[in-house]
């Protein structure tokens, strides 16, 4: 059963700069691959002191299950409320994959959750989605 994405954590009203430490020294988001479902979750905040181990592992299991069934329908929900410097090099190697998988006929649907008055999460949403033109994004911004 998938997580519920809202309501997710509140960040403080001004966005942490590109590689700015985060407020906590270390948040690691919640990640769940449900490969059944096909469908991947991440919530939270993401400010680790390695985030390649914390993706690098994520990424090798999505690229499996992506690899396991092509033209197949596969669904990402992300409600990330801070991303640091290293999580977000990691997040492209994320959506890399993704993009791979859309490359090999799957179809992609990305729900981004976030809060509207985020310009530094904006920017990354729009970067993303210019980037993987392939992958079909859903901005939910929460303008409350």
């Given at each position: 059963?998938p997580?519920p994405?809202f309501?997710f954590?509140r960040q403080p009203?001004?966005?942490p700069?590109a ?7 270390f ?8 490969t059944a ?8 905040a993401?400010c680790l002191?390695?985030?390649?181990a914390?993706?690098g ?6 690229r ?17 409320s ?8 990691m997040?492209?190697?994320l ?5 791979e998988g859309?490359?090999?006929?799957n179809?992609?649907?990305?729900r981004?959750q976030?809060?509207?008055?985020d310009r ?12 993987f033109p392939?992958?079909?994004?859903t901005?939910?911004a929460d303008?409350?």
């Amino acid at each position: 059963m998938p997580l519920p994405l809202f309501p997710f954590p509140r960040q403080p009203a001004a966005s942490p700069a590109a590689g700015a430490p985060c407020a906590t020294t270390f948040a690691q988001p919640t990640a769940v691959l449900d490969t059944a479902c096909r469908r991947l979750t991440l919530i939270g905040a993401s400010c680790l002191d390695d985030a390649i181990a914390f993706y690098g592992p994520l990424i090798g299991r999505l690229r499996a299950c992506l690899d396991r069934r092509s033209r197949d329908a596969f669904d990402v929900d992300i409600a990330l409320s801070t991303v640091d410097m290293g999580s977000e090099k990691m997040l492209f190697a994320l959506f890399d994959t993704l993009h791979e998988g859309a490359l090999a006929g799957n179809s992609i649907a990305i729900r981004w959750q976030r809060q509207g008055t985020d310009r530094r999460c904006k920017w990354f949403f729009d970067t993303l989605r210019e980037r993987f033109p392939l992958l079909r994004f859903t901005d939910c911004a929460d303008h409350a």
